[in-house]
């Protein structure tokens, strides 16, 4: 039985890589890099910073998106502006419409209709 698995994952991962456009790798860095790259995963980060450093007054990317190859494309990546009284700008993924076969589904399925010996 095959079994399709779509998930994101969003979160502070507090790594540094030039893969998500920092300067330079660190250990969780590459960390990350292992993980995303063992697991076959889609960084959604579009190279923005999502977090503000108030010491060094420095920005630097440690909020990351991941997810299935398959979501990819419905997604696009997108940093707030507002801190709202925190380190970390807030990030969003909009939904994209890409049309294919949102527009081919139904709005609801009759399951009572189906014919489950068959099916089975």
Not at 16 to 29: A, H
Not at 36 to 60: K, M, P, V
Request: charged share 20%; net charge neutral; proline share 4%.
């Amino acid at each position: 039985m095959n079994c399709l698995v779509l998930f994101i994952i969003i979160g502070d991962f507090n790594g540094r890589s030039s893969l998500w456009s920092s300067k330079n790798t660190n250990p969780r860095g590459r960390q990350i890099e292992e993980f995303i790259n063992i697991h076959c995963l889609y960084l959604l980060n579009d190279g923005e910073d999502t977090y503000f450093h108030q010491r060094s007054r420095a920005f630097y990317s440690l909020d990351l998106a991941l997810c299935t190859p398959s979501l990819a494309p419905y997604f696009n990546f997108r940093v707030g502006v507002d801190l709202r009284d925190s380190d970390h700008f807030p990030i969003f993924l909009d939904r994209v419409n890409v049309g294919s076969h949102d527009s081919q589904r139904p709005s609801r399925y009759l399951f009572h209709r189906a014919d489950w010996t068959n099916f089975t």
